[in-house]
């Protein structure tokens, strides 16, 4: 069965750091592309950033809203993808949510519709 599980959300001041972790089952995740995206209130969900399966040396992709600030990584001995955040705003609350896509186009990867797999999602909040 193959399951995502989030963690390491929480509450942070402006300016702070929080890592987020993304641990797959019942399947290797260094073969895909994994995907971050979040959903703030009264928005739609939106992608902020991809790695690449190792067929692509584990590329990263970031919008330009956390581009120099998040950093995707992963640890494949433990089947985890991680999402680094640093110098955190407030407008980087939202529900945060990791995503697997079997085939994903990487020139797409920050699209939604190119994964098959999601986590639970968890919540980060950063306070002025």
């Known amino acids: 069965q193959v399951q995502l599980v989030e963690s390491g959300g929480g509450l942070v001041q402006s300016g702070g750091s929080l890592r987020l972790s993304c641990a797959a089952s019942?399947?290797?995740?260094?073969?895909?592309?994994v995907g971050w995206f979040r959903q703030a209130p009264g928005k739609e969900r939106a992608g902020v950033g991809c790695?690449?399966?190792?067929?692509?040396?584990?590329?990263?992709y970031y919008s330009d809203s956390v581009k120099g600030r998040f950093t995707i990584s992963r640890d494949n001995a433990k089947n985890t993808v991680y999402l680094q955040m640093d110098s955190l705003k407030p407008e980087d609350t939202a529900v945060y949510y990791c995503?697997?896509?079997?085939?994903?186009?990487?020139?797409?990867?920050?699209?939604?519709?190119?994964?098959?797999?999601w986590g639970q999602g968890t919540q980060i909040t950063v306070s002025s």
């Open positions: 995503a697997v896509g079997r085939r994903t186009n990487w020139g797409r990867c920050g699209i939604e519709s190119e994964y098959d797999y």
């Open positions: 019942g399947f290797g995740l260094d073969y895909y592309t």
């Open positions: 790695i690449s399966g190792r067929a692509l040396y584990g590329s990263t």
